[in-house]
C-alpha cells in the first residue's frame, strides 16, 4: 500500500483534509496494470468540531462497524468469504460524527445512483465505553461495482457486533442477515461470527469460527493463527 494523506487548516475550526491511498500487488499483478494497482480509501473533504465530511472512495459505515473482530483480515480467510457488505465504494459522500458524550459515535454514506443501479445507502453506530464496543450498521441497496455489470451484487443487510477487550484477551461476535436484492427469488439469509485473541507479550494468538448461508447454504469456517510482533511494523503469523 502507498499513499499521501493531510490536512490544510482552515478558519473557524476547519480543515481540509485529503487522502490518495492505492494497493500494489507486486506478486500477482505483474505489468497489468488492471490487476498491479487497486483503490484504496480516497478522499478528500472538510473536518471541524462537526465531524468529518468527506467525498472519494471509503469503506461503507455498514463495513466499519465490525470494529476489529475480523483476526484474519485480507487473508484468505477475512469475513469476506462468510459475508457481503465488506464495500469500498466509489464516488461516495461520508459523514462520520465526533464522539458524543457516552461514547456513541454515527457514520453515513450516500452512493449516487450510476447507469446501471440505484442509489446506495449505509448507515452504523457504534458506541466504545472502557473494554466494550457495541455496533449495528446497515445498508439499502449496497452495491459493490464489478467490471462486469451482470457480476455486480446489490445488497439489502444489517448487522450486530460486540466486541470485549479485557486484559489480554479479546472476544468478539458478529451476527449479519442480508438478502441480495438483484437476484430473482432470493430471500434473507443469516450468518454468525464469533472470534478470540489473546496476546502474551510480543505473540497474539488468535481463532475464529463462523458460519453463513448468505454467500453460499451451509458454510463455515474454522481459522487458528498466531502472529508475533517482531517490530512496530514487523510481524511474522502462520494461520
Do not use: C
Not at 45 to 59: A, C, M, N, S, V
Not at 186 to 213: C, H, N, P, W
Request: charged share 20%; hydrophobic share 35%.
Amino acid at each position: 500500500r502507498i499513499g499521501v494523506k493531510g490536512a490544510y487548516p482552515l478558519e473557524s475550526g476547519l480543515s481540509i483534509i485529503y487522502q490518495v491511498e492505492q494497493s500494489i500487488d507486486y506478486a500477482h499483478g505483474g505489468t497489468d496494470i488492471d490487476t498491479l494497482l487497486g483503490m484504496r480509501n480516497t478522499y478528500v473533504g472538510l473536518e471541524g468540531d462537526f465531524g468529518k465530511f468527506f467525498f472519494g472512495t471509503h469503506d461503507t459505515p455498514f463495513k466499519k462497524a465490525q470494529n476489529k473482530i475480523d483476526l484474519f483480515n485480507d487473508q484468505v480467510g477475512d469475513i469476506k468469504t462468510l459475508v457481503p457488505g465488506e464495500v469500498r465504494a466509489r464516488d461516495s459522500w461520508v459523514y462520520q460524527s465526533p464522539e458524543f458524550g457516552g461514547g456513541l459515535a454515527v457514520q453515513a454514506m450516500y452512493v449516487p445512483a450510476d447507469g446501471a443501479f440505484g442509489s446506495s445507502k449505509s448507515l452504523s453506530l457504534g458506541w466504545n465505553r472502557d473494554d466494550l464496543y457495541v455496533g449495528f450498521g446497515m445498508d439499502v441497496d449496497m452495491r459493490k461495482n464489478e467490471r462486469a455489470v451482470a457480476r455486480t451484487s446489490v445488497y439489502d443487510s444489517w448487522r450486530g457486533v460486540v466486541q470485549y477487550t479485557p486484559g489480554a484477551w479479546k472476544f468478539g461476535a458478529l451476527v449479519q442477515s442480508s438478502e441480495q436484492t438483484n437476484a430473482v427469488g432470493s430471500g434473507s439469509e443469516t450468518a454468525y461470527i464469533a472470534s478470540v485473541a489473546y496476546k502474551l507479550d510480543q505473540l497474539t494468538l488468535m481463532g475464529r469460527y463462523g458460519a453463513s448461508d448468505i454467500l453460499k447454504p451451509d458454510a463455515d469456517q474454522l481459522l487458528l493463527g498466531a502472529a508475533y510482533k517482531v517490530s512496530s511494523g514487523t510481524k511474522v503469523y502462520l494461520y
